[in-house]
């Protein structure tokens, strides 16, 4: 959740869904001119794996080779209304920023903060306040300002020549499907309703065609562009199918679209960096609204994540004439159980 309210209140009764996109939109720049420069072990990147924003996040920093120089703070599953917690760490603090909550972050950058607590948000060590929650921009300047700290092999993810095309195609990817499932989920009424999943299948055919043809959205690599659709459809059947009734079909029963996401998913980056057990529990505790029981579900089985795709037979491969990241860095491992390979919850 990077960009959903607070609390268990996601729907208003008679109104389609509407996101609040309002952020903190400094940026870390290579010159500085913004006021933050690109420094190393100067900013401390928090996620938590359950959203598919901060997921981004962390993909990017990873094929990239940015966990030395930006550390990587990870909060729990929940939240209550007031923001993302530091649960999984002893004693329930980060270790490096010394804070209960995410909240606190914010509140050091302005104390009077009246927006939600939101992730992935890029924290300020010297001041342990926040700089930016902007998630949009910041993994591309991840890809474009931090060049001095990539990692030899390192993908480029924002290539020059396709950033016309690709900002307009991440748009519409961005709309129509990472939240195009939110207005199917939160519709406040059967037209909002019919109207968001009729826009979120429309765009879903439209990517099985153009995949059909392609191994990637952009071509023959991986861009910034697979990374934000991949964090759709790697919670597609584990939540959005059901939870959100986005339910034409499950992501399974889309032959291109399935194995483009396996492609993706066995990827060193993509797949090393998803808990499903995380992210079933996020949704169907805190939109209480839309799961009062707050059930988590024991399924579906994940084992198919791991089946071959058979992508290759199309040109290209992931990274090109680059190499794929090293091993997960110590302590950022996903739990093996809770990868894929069965069913169940945290």
Excluded at 172 to 180: A, K, L, M, S, W
Excluded at 256 to 284: C, N, S
Aim: aromatic share 10%; proline share 8%.
């Amino acid at each position: 959740m990077s960009t959903e309210q607070s609390g268990s209140g996601y729907v208003e009764a008679g109104q389609e869904y509407q996101r609040d996109s309002n952020y903190i939109t400094d940026r870390i720049t290579a010159d500085g001119s913004s006021g933050w420069p690109v420094e190393a072990d100067r900013y401390r990147l928090v996620i938590a794996r359950a959203c598919p924003w901060a997921n981004r996040a962390a993909i990017v920093r990873r094929l990239l080779g940015l966990e030395p120089v930006i550390s990587m703070g990870i909060c729990g599953p929940t939240h209550d209304e007031r923001s993302w917690t530091f649960d999984l760490d002893p004693g329930g603090r980060d270790p490096v920023l010394g804070y209960e909550r995410l909240q606190e972050a914010f509140l050091a950058r302005d104390p009077e903060y009246p927006r939600g607590i939101t992730v992935p948000a890029m924290v300020d060590l010297p001041t342990k306040a926040v700089v930016t929650n902007d998630f949009r921009q910041m993994t591309l300047d991840f890809s474009t300002e931090w060049t001095q700290f990539h990692r030899p092999g390192a993908p480029e993810l924002y290539p020059e020549q396709l950033r016309e095309e690709m900002d307009e195609l991440m748009q519409r990817v961005y709309t129509e499907v990472n939240n195009g499932v939110y207005r199917c989920g939160f519709a406040g009424s059967q037209r909002a309703y019919d109207a968001a999943y009729d826009r979120l299948w429309t765009a879903l055919d439209w990517l099985e065609e153009r995949l059909s043809a392609q191994r990637f959205l952009m071509g023959g690599t991986i861009t910034e562009a697979d990374v934000r659709l991949f964090t759709t459809l790697a919670r597609f059947d584990a939540v959005y199918h059901g939870h959100f009734k986005a339910n034409r079909q499950k992501l399974t029963e889309m032959p291109v679209l399935w194995a483009y996401a396996r492609d993706l998913f066995q990827t060193p980056g993509f797949g090393d960096t998803t808990d499903f057990p995380q992210i079933k529990e996020h949704y169907y505790v805190v939109h209480a609204d839309i799961n009062p029981t707050q059930i988590i579900p024991m399924g579906p089985d994940t084992s198919g994540w791991l089946t071959p795709h058979g992508r290759e037979e199309l040109a290209g491969s992931p990274f090109g004439d680059g190499t794929p990241p090293g091993p997960v860095a110590a302590g950022e491992e996903v739990p093996a159980e809770h990868g894929p390979g069965g069913i169940g919850h945290r």
